[in-house]
């Protein structure tokens, strides 16, 4: 397909070879791979290094799952990383994970949504690597925006009209945007055409799939319903697996179908250090020492980060580095009571700004 | 934390903001001072609000702060979760009341900022957040109140980036540009509390803090702030009773109150 992009975005953004921006609009490529897969219902099983390598090639479209630091499947974005993935284009909302994605060169391009660390404020290992040109933001979008591109995608659709983004300057910093009169109205009535987008490869973290890939979670869906049908890879990664028989009658079923699904990963704890549903607590001073390094230099997010990711071979060693089976359990106990399937007496949940002497385990 | 202590600018805020929120309305929310407020609302005059956050939860049990908007205290027994398109659906359908959004930079016609500052794109001084949702809640939710701090850079003649579309240029252009909502209504800060003026919507003085006077609040903004005819009254503050309920059961831990040491 030949797209017609947004002329004023492609300027403001200084995009010239235009061949980049194609992938993630082309429907018809992205219809071709789903055709092109096995459509059986087959045993998808396998160990999270073979699903990364036969799955994410070097300048994919690689999406962030969920929503920052709870269910995103964190420890299938750490393998990306140490396999030493080159050039991806990053996207999601919100797309946080990829920031020390860029710091490995993982990334160099972006469809920029929200890179932040909320409450702890902006992220500034990201502003300084997009100053350096580590990254470059190829689009720029509101969660809301690209929240309808994906679900476009899932629903067939080559592109929706849109109420958001009008009179912003992200429309004029997204070459997939364009402002459009109503074809319905004989008033004026201008909207935004938002097109269907498809990332080449996502890692969706959930509570259990079976084999075939059809799989269930726990609290926010957030987009990864719509990345799922939109992507061209799907990589599930899962706390266990169960049988076809438990999908079935579980009150819940599934919420992503298997025909979405490339590989299925059992990986528990896939989407620590952050939190997961039901399971487990996020590893607080994990993030509160990485945002107070982040902050101070880029020496000091490097050392961190080859510490954590570098410096483990899996999840497993994350974990003892925090605490091991200690973690775990109490982990497991501040879950269960942040979501009200347990008592809160004796149970902490405050947070505490990172200090020199502090110390990683989850203590109190 | 000591409940004798004066009132802090952020408690002023948060109280201020709270008021901005009427009993049965469904509200909007991202993390932080919009959050205290809600929830002292909650507590206080407003026991029937909704809450709606971006990552689907809504309605949730109150427990602790939320961390992050995905995280299990905006959920927590959530009577439903939904997915992100169409929690902001709900605001674009005029089911959702008010929104709140904080600002890096905001103008004198309500348009924020919270991408970048600098006047060049691909290479700002300093990258902020993006937009996250805040474009969305801006222009869907029926009403739109801005809160933060307030000095001359924040409040700026002109914004590096419009994120969030307030009035766009005054007049008529919010409406031309074919938003569908009312824009904002207000902005609370540490000063005061600001409308727009019907016409223009420029920006104007509605009430300022205690100890602030029209010319301090003028000397903290980039731009001209129109000052009503007659005397600016002063904002009310909390009564102990409320400053009591935010300290000891809104915001215990201090996480969003108290001013950094």
């Given at each position: 397909m030949n797209f017609d992009y947004n002329q004023e975005a492609l300027k403001n953004l200084k995009i010239e070879d235009t061949s980049l921006l194609d992938r993630l609009v082309d429907y018809r490529s992205a219809r071709e791979a789903h055709l092109k897969k096995d459509h059986s219902q087959r045993d998808k099983r396998m160990s999270l290094h073979e699903a990364v390598a036969e799955y994410v090639q070097d300048?994919?479209?690689w999406c962030d799952?969920?929503?920052?630091?709870?269910r995103s499947a964190i420890q299938g974005w750490w393998e990306i990383i140490r396999q030493g993935k080159k050039n991806l284009q990053a996207i999601g909302s919100p797309n946080t994970n990829q920031t020390y994605g860029v710091m490995y060169g993982t990334v160099s391009h972006t469809h920029a949504s929200y890179t932040g660390a909320e409450m702890r404020g902006i992220d500034k290992m990201f502003s300084r690597n997009l100053k350096e040109g580590k990254v470059k933001i190829i689009s720029d979008w509101s969660h809301g925006l690209m929240a309808q591109g994906f679900k476009a995608a899932q629903l067939g659709m080559p592109g929706c009209?849109?109420?958001?983004?009008?009179?912003?300057?992200?429309?004029?910093?997204?070459?997939?945007?364009?402002?459009?009169?109503?074809?319905?109205?004989?008033?004026?009535?201008?909207?935004?055409f938002v097109p269907a987008i498809f990332p080449d490869v996502v890692i969706i973290h959930v509570n259990a799939a079976d084999m075939y890939g059809n799989a269930r979670f726990y609290g926010p869906a957030v987009n990864d319903i719509a990345t799922a049908?939109?992507?061209?890879?799907?990589?599930?990664?899962?706390?266990?697996i169960v049988s076809n028989y438990d999908i079935r009658y579980h009150a819940k079923g599934a919420q992503i179908p298997f025909n979405n699904i490339d590989a299925v990963v059992e990986l528990p704890f896939g989407a620590?250090?952050?939190?997961?549903?039901?399971?487990y607590y996020w590893m607080r001073y994990f993030w509160e020492k990485f945002f107070s390094w982040a902050n101070e230099s880029e020496e000091r997010c490097k050392e961190f980060f080859d510490e954590f990711i570098m410096g483990t071979k899996n999840v497993n060693e994350l974990i003892e580095k925090v605490g091991g089976l200690d973690w775990v359990t109490k982990s497991r106990r501040r879950a269960k009571a942040a979501e009200g399937n347990n008592e809160t007496d004796g149970v902490s949940f405050v947070y505490k700004i990172w200090e020199n002497g502090m110390d990683v385990k989850d203590i109190d | 934390m000591s409940n004798d202590k004066p009132m802090n600018p952020l408690e002023m805020i948060a109280y201020v903001l709270s008021r901005q929120i009427e009993d049965n309305e469904v509200i909007y929310i991202g993390t932080?001072?919009?959050?205290?407020?809600?929830?002292?609302?909650?507590?206080?005059?407003?026991?029937h609000i909704t809450f709606v956050y971006e990552s689907g939860g809504q309605d949730p049990e109150q427990l602790e702060m939320p961390w992050s908007v995905g995280g299990p205290m905006t959920w927590r027994k959530s009577p439903i979760i939904m997915e992100m398109s169409y929690s902001f659906g709900q605001a674009a359908a005029g089911m959702v009341d008010k929104g709140f959004l904080g600002f890096a930079q905001i103008d004198m016609y309500g348009n924020a900022n919270t991408h970048m500052i600098g006047s060049e794109f691909t290479n700002p001084k300093v990258r902020l957040t993006g937009s996250g949702g805040n474009n969305d809640v801006s222009s869907l939710v029926d009403k739109l109140i801005y809160v933060g701090l307030q000095d001359q850079n924040k409040f700026a003649k002109k914004v590096d980036f419009i994120t969030s579309p307030g009035w766009l240029e005054g007049g008529e252009s919010r409406k031309n540009a074919g938003l569908l909502n009312n824009g904002p209504v207000a902005v609370i800060t540490s000063a005061g509390v600001y409308d727009f003026e019907p016409e223009t919507h420029r920006m104007r003085i509605k009430t300022l803090h205690p100890g602030v006077s029209p010319e301090l609040a003028q000397l903290a903004s980039g731009f001209e702030l129109v000052r009503p005819a007659g005397a600016i009254p002063v904002t009310e503050t909390p009564s102990?009773?409320?400053?009591?309920?935010?300290?000891?059961?809104?915001?215990?831990?201090?996480?969003?109150?108290s001013l950094p040491s």
């Amino acid at each position: 397909m030949n797209f017609d992009y947004n002329q004023e975005a492609l300027k403001n953004l200084k995009i010239e070879d235009t061949s980049l921006l194609d992938r993630l609009v082309d429907y018809r490529s992205a219809r071709e791979a789903h055709l092109k897969k096995d459509h059986s219902q087959r045993d998808k099983r396998m160990s999270l290094h073979e699903a990364v390598a036969e799955y994410v090639q070097d300048g994919d479209i690689w999406c962030d799952s969920s929503f920052s630091y709870v269910r995103s499947a964190i420890q299938g974005w750490w393998e990306i990383i140490r396999q030493g993935k080159k050039n991806l284009q990053a996207i999601g909302s919100p797309n946080t994970n990829q920031t020390y994605g860029v710091m490995y060169g993982t990334v160099s391009h972006t469809h920029a949504s929200y890179t932040g660390a909320e409450m702890r404020g902006i992220d500034k290992m990201f502003s300084r690597n997009l100053k350096e040109g580590k990254v470059k933001i190829i689009s720029d979008w509101s969660h809301g925006l690209m929240a309808q591109g994906f679900k476009a995608a899932q629903l067939g659709m080559p592109g929706c009209f849109s109420k958001q983004g009008l009179g912003s300057d992200i429309i004029n910093h997204n070459p997939y945007l364009k402002v459009m009169q109503n074809p319905m109205s004989k008033d004026s009535d201008p909207c935004v055409f938002v097109p269907a987008i498809f990332p080449d490869v996502v890692i969706i973290h959930v509570n259990a799939a079976d084999m075939y890939g059809n799989a269930r979670f726990y609290g926010p869906a957030v987009n990864d319903i719509a990345t799922a049908a939109a992507s061209r890879k799907v990589i599930i990664t899962c706390e266990e697996i169960v049988s076809n028989y438990d999908i079935r009658y579980h009150a819940k079923g599934a919420q992503i179908p298997f025909n979405n699904i490339d590989a299925v990963v059992e990986l528990p704890f896939g989407a620590a250090p952050g939190y997961m549903p039901n399971e487990y607590y996020w590893m607080r001073y994990f993030w509160e020492k990485f945002f107070s390094w982040a902050n101070e230099s880029e020496e000091r997010c490097k050392e961190f980060f080859d510490e954590f990711i570098m410096g483990t071979k899996n999840v497993n060693e994350l974990i003892e580095k925090v605490g091991g089976l200690d973690w775990v359990t109490k982990s497991r106990r501040r879950a269960k009571a942040a979501e009200g399937n347990n008592e809160t007496d004796g149970v902490s949940f405050v947070y505490k700004i990172w200090e020199n002497g502090m110390d990683v385990k989850d203590i109190d | 934390m000591s409940n004798d202590k004066p009132m802090n600018p952020l408690e002023m805020i948060a109280y201020v903001l709270s008021r901005q929120i009427e009993d049965n309305e469904v509200i909007y929310i991202g993390t932080g001072l919009p959050m205290v407020a809600a929830i002292l609302a909650k507590k206080t005059h407003a026991p029937h609000i909704t809450f709606v956050y971006e990552s689907g939860g809504q309605d949730p049990e109150q427990l602790e702060m939320p961390w992050s908007v995905g995280g299990p205290m905006t959920w927590r027994k959530s009577p439903i979760i939904m997915e992100m398109s169409y929690s902001f659906g709900q605001a674009a359908a005029g089911m959702v009341d008010k929104g709140f959004l904080g600002f890096a930079q905001i103008d004198m016609y309500g348009n924020a900022n919270t991408h970048m500052i600098g006047s060049e794109f691909t290479n700002p001084k300093v990258r902020l957040t993006g937009s996250g949702g805040n474009n969305d809640v801006s222009s869907l939710v029926d009403k739109l109140i801005y809160v933060g701090l307030q000095d001359q850079n924040k409040f700026a003649k002109k914004v590096d980036f419009i994120t969030s579309p307030g009035w766009l240029e005054g007049g008529e252009s919010r409406k031309n540009a074919g938003l569908l909502n009312n824009g904002p209504v207000a902005v609370i800060t540490s000063a005061g509390v600001y409308d727009f003026e019907p016409e223009t919507h420029r920006m104007r003085i509605k009430t300022l803090h205690p100890g602030v006077s029209p010319e301090l609040a003028q000397l903290a903004s980039g731009f001209e702030l129109v000052r009503p005819a007659g005397a600016i009254p002063v904002t009310e503050t909390p009564s102990k009773e409320i400053l009591q309920i935010l300290r000891n059961e809104v915001d215990p831990s201090g996480l969003f109150i108290s001013l950094p040491s």
